[in-house]
């Protein structure tokens, strides 16, 4: 037997089925009890979240012969049932807006409007995609708006709803289809891996939810193509395999190498990643993730509802976010964000990627470099250990290079005397983030790392 993808074997058949669009269902239930349907609805979202499979729903719920009426709970029997959810009704015309969008089309369905419908109640046409319709045939459409038969109805949906005529969207009714939360698509994912009988690994749910990135039929595909690998049973391990979707401790073990100033360390972890088949894009995409969940962390609690994770990986996280500050974090994120578009477009992603890295690994070193400053400013001075900063440093970062050659000699700092540097460090950190002439060097680093984007 052919093998039919997830997303269609379990495409949602009824309004409770749907997951995570409970307020559009129910409006939409509500509207056809109280026998208030608009003529027209916009339905606006990003891919994978529910448009179409609602818009399917909603024109079974108006045609479902097994009722006298538009019902809110279509039988998914009849013959009309049957034929929508195959997209093969009659009645229920689908129209993809990008390959049909010329003004003879709309034209064209026009003049078949004003028809009244084979066999059902009314005449529904679902126009997918509708934004991609050109300015002439917006227009043609308008005129049938502005005046429709009484049997026509028009669900329209797009995954870019600004570039829909205002003049239009003023006549449809608007739904904003809002991206699904990670934790129900992971019960989807678990609902149907139990209903195909396949064996899995728990570990494995949470990481392929988010990959998935709010949209359902991107989480079902994902889960589909782990499954043509014929490995059962399967597991976080398969995910990175396959997916190229990286093992979650070994980035947080990339994220506490950066959080230690360990510059060494830092690259070996990303040798680690990549070895294992991981992207230098998802490297940037994972990283950015765990120091946006160390934020929520910093800002929020351990069991904030912001953060989808598992009990094991919250505890690792808390741990992790104690080795940054918010303000270190947020750098982190809006400089790891710009990354991501220069690594994309890079020869060299890995180069790029490492002295990025790097540069966040270093952050104290970088701001804490006395001699820097005097250079810049014309002094003799000039004490920037090169070597000191990328060598492995066991005593907590910074503290390293501002200490004299003769206490750098006994090898063994006590805890008060590293923590009291620590605080000399962060206020003179304090005072030379506001000088001029480091502004300018750091600047001009982070120009070369998103150089590109600013070409763009
Ligand atoms: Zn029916």
């Known amino acids: 037997m052919a093998y039919t993808v997830l997303a269609r074997k379990y495409r949602s058949q009824r309004f409770e089925e749907v997951v995570g669009q409970d307020p559009i269902a129910q409006t939409l239930k509500n509207a056809i009890k109280s026998d208030r349907v608009a003529h027209a609805y916009l339905f606006a979202g990003t891919r994978g979240v529910g448009k179409t499979t609602i818009a399917r729903i909603f024109a079974k719920a108006l045609n479902c012969q097994s009722s006298e009426g538009p019902t809110a709970e279509p039988c998914c029997k009849c013959d009309s049932c049957v034929a929508v959810n195959l997209g093969e009704d009659i009645d229920v015309i ?16 026009r003049e078949n409007a004003i028809y009244r419908p084979a066999r059902s109640r009314l005449k529904i046409y679902i126009i997918d995609e509708v934004h991609m319709l050109s ?6 459409l308008l005129k049938i708006l502005e005046e429709p038969p009484n049997h026509v109805k028009f669900i329209f949906a797009t995954t870019e709803p600004n570039k829909v005529l205002a003049t239009i969207q003023s006549r449809c009714q608007r739904f904003d289809f809002v991206n699904i939360n990670p934790s129900l698509i992971a019960k989807q994912l678990k ?28 989480g079902l595909s994902l889960l589909d193509r782990l499954i043509s690998a014929g490995v059962e049973p399967l597991t976080a391990g398969l995910l990175e395999e396959f997916l190229g979707c990286p093992n979650s401790e070994k980035v947080y073990n990339l994220v506490e190498r950066i959080g230690d100033n360990d510059a060494g360390e830092t690259l070996s972890a990303i040798e680690e990643l990549i070895v294992g088949g991981v992207g230098e894009v998802q490297v940037v995409d994972s990283l950015v993730d765990c120091m946006r969940d160390l934020m929520v962390l910093k800002s929020t609690s351990t069991d904030s509802e912001l953060l989808v994770l598992t009990a094991e990986q919250r505890k690792r996280a808390g741990e992790l976010a104690e080795k940054f500050d918010i303000a270190g974090l947020i750098y982190n994120i809006t400089t790891l964000e710009k990354l991501r578009w220069t690594v994309k477009n890079s020869d060299t992603p890995r180069a790029l990627l490492e002295a990025c890295l790097l540069r966040l690994a270093l952050s104290e070193h970088f701001l804490n470099v006395d001699g820097l400053i005097s250079q810049l400013k014309g002094g003799q001075e000039s004490p920037i250990k090169k070597n000191e900063a990328v060598k492995p440093d066991v005593n907590g970062g910074a503290a390293r290079g501002q200490l004299d050659s003769e206490e750098n000699g006994e090898h063994a700092f006590s805890r008060v005397k590293d923590i009291e540097t620590k605080r000399n460090n962060n206020q003179k950190r304090r005072d030379i983030v506001n000088d001029p002439a480091v502004k300018m060097v750091l600047m001009e680093f982070d120009a070369t790392i998103t150089g590109i984007e600013e070409e763009k």
């Not at 609902?191 to 991107?218: T, V």
């Open 94 to 109: 689908e129209i993809d807006g990008a390959s049909n969008n010329g003004v003879e089309e709309v034209r064209k369905l």
């Open 135 to 140: 300015t002439s045939a917006f227009n043609a």
């Open 191 to 218: 609902f149907i891996l139990k209903q195909e009988k396949i064996k899995y690994e728990e570990e494995l749910i949470l990481p392929l939810a988010k990959m998935a990135n709010g949209s359902m039929r991107d």
